[in-house]
């Protein structure tokens, strides 16, 4: 059972979708916002398209409510709805998904310094704009896993349970990545220590 | 400007969108496990047919057989061995979509499905089911020449090879056979061809080592069953397969 508050609140509210539709409105809200910051960083679609992909997330999301595995956050779960819909969308169009970190908000590029440097004396502004570079020339599996974990900061429990790859595996992925992005950086000319 | 939240639920309620219900999941979740549990089940037959038919080479004979590397070639049942790696491939992407598989490790799952289909795959060839499953498929047209390509090689009368059914015993120095093309065979046996009293039965499956002297008569100084370890009978019996044993 999900021991954290949100967590408990998320499964109290697909019980409560379950009688009252109305309810279903407080879980659209309280990841609406997320789930199309994700959906953007996964695909590089208009916004209109992004906007019409969450609604078709929701929607598939609640035709599915009753499959919520309470031994598993909700998040988790719905990041996996939108992640397979976004990639079967992909399929369908035969469009590759090129994720653009659109957005490197104070968090995410405090996460990543934090993992990737130990070096705190550079231009904020320059290197977010050449992370910003080095991100959208990631290969898709790498930029799979990096999203989730610096830009939507979920756990590896997550991880695994949204891509469906066990834990081990998303370790690989993600030292990978890392590995990845550091010799990209340095392609590009990013001097810091990684 | 409309909210996605309002958006979302206007569909719902416009299209009358319900959430599936629950016995849909679990149905799909039992079609699941049952579509994990068949491959394993096709696999273990298949594997359990390759072992019979390894059991069953020809290595009693290999010796004397000219060209040996490529006769073991030719001879391997190549068919049976894609069933098992299709069937392990299918059952491994199965149990992939079942609910808590992304637990596991993928070599563990690997080493999970290979073990359960070879396993169940020896237990079928001990209480001999590859061999029934074999006699059984045999009497689809083709299945020899193309499943079982052993029955080709044994089809070699020019480099003295010939097997078949023995049709009439008519002494214990000449024999009536069929072989796999329906042709008939006149044999006789050469002088000091050690020939067992057990092999020297009408219906009973040979190989046979010599030379043709026509087109019908087949000079042999060698003949050993077509099988030549075969399960205990007892345990098929005991199953009761007798009806589909091919002898």
Request: charged letters at 30%; proline letters at 3%; one cysteine or more.
């Amino acid at each position: 059972m999900n021991k954290h508050p949100e967590g408990r609140k998320d499964h109290e509210l697909v019980k409560a979708t379950l009688k009252h539709k109305e309810a279903y409105g407080l879980l659209i809200e309280r990841y609406e916002a997320p789930l199309l910051r994700y959906i953007r960083r996964l695909t590089n679609v208009s916004d209109e398209d992004a906007d019409d992909l969450l609604q078709e997330v929701f929607i598939k999301a609640y035709q599915n409510i009753r499959d919520v595995d309470e031994c598993q956050s909700f998040s988790a779960w719905i990041y996996r709805i939108a992640r397979n819909h976004v990639i079967s969308n992909y399929r369908k169009r035969n469009v590759r998904p090129e994720g653009h970190a659109s957005e490197i908000d104070d968090n995410v590029f405090d996460a990543l310094l934090a993992d990737f440097s130990e070096d705190k004396s550079f231009d904020r502004e320059v290197l977010r704009s050449q992370l910003f570079e080095v991100f959208g020339k990631l290969d898709r599996k790498y930029l799979d896993v990096l999203i989730l974990k610096y830009f939507q900061e979920k756990s590896y429990e997550e991880m695994a349970y949204i891509t469906q790859k066990p834990a081990g595996t998303i370790a690989t992925l993600l030292n990978r990545a890392k590995k990845q992005f550091r010799e990209r950086a340095k392609k590009a000319g990013i001097h810091f220590e990684l | 400007m409309i909210s996605l939240k309002n958006k979302v639920l206007d569909t719902i309620e416009e299209k009358e969108i319900e959430p599936k219900p629950e016995w849909k999941f679990t149905v799909h979740s039992w079609l699941l496990w049952a579509s994990v549990g068949l491959s394993i089940l096709f696999g273990a037959l298949a594997f359990s047919i390759i072992i019979f038919f390894s059991v069953n080479g020809d290595w009693d004979v290999l010796a004397r057989i000219p060209n040996r590397v490529s006769f073991i070639f030719f001879t391997l049942p190549y068919a049976w061995l894609i069933a098992t790696i299709v069937a392990l491939v299918f059952t491994e992407h199965q149990y992939r979509q079942t609910r808590d598989a992304y637990r596991h490790r993928y070599s563990l799952t690997i080493f999970g499905v290979f073990l359960a289909t070879t396993a169940l795959g020896f237990i079928f060839y001990y209480v001999g089911i590859g061999q029934m499953l074999d006699a059984q498929l045999e009497r689809l047209p083709g299945y020899e020449q193309v499943i079982n390509p052993r029955v080709g090689m044994w089809n070699m009368v020019q480099e003295g090879r010939l097997a078949g059914k023995i049709i009439e015993v008519l002494d214990e120095k000449e024999i009536v056979m069929m072989d796999s093309q329906r042709n008939i065979w006149l044999v006789t046996f050469e002088e000091g061809t050690e020939v067992p009293e057990t092999l020297l039965t009408s219906g009973k499956r040979v190989r046979l080592l010599g030379r043709s002297l026509t087109k019908e008569e087949f000079k042999a100084k060698r003949i050993l069953p077509w099988i030549a370890h075969e399960p205990d009978r007892l345990r098929i019996e005991r199953l009761k397969f007798v009806p589909g044993m091919k002898e």
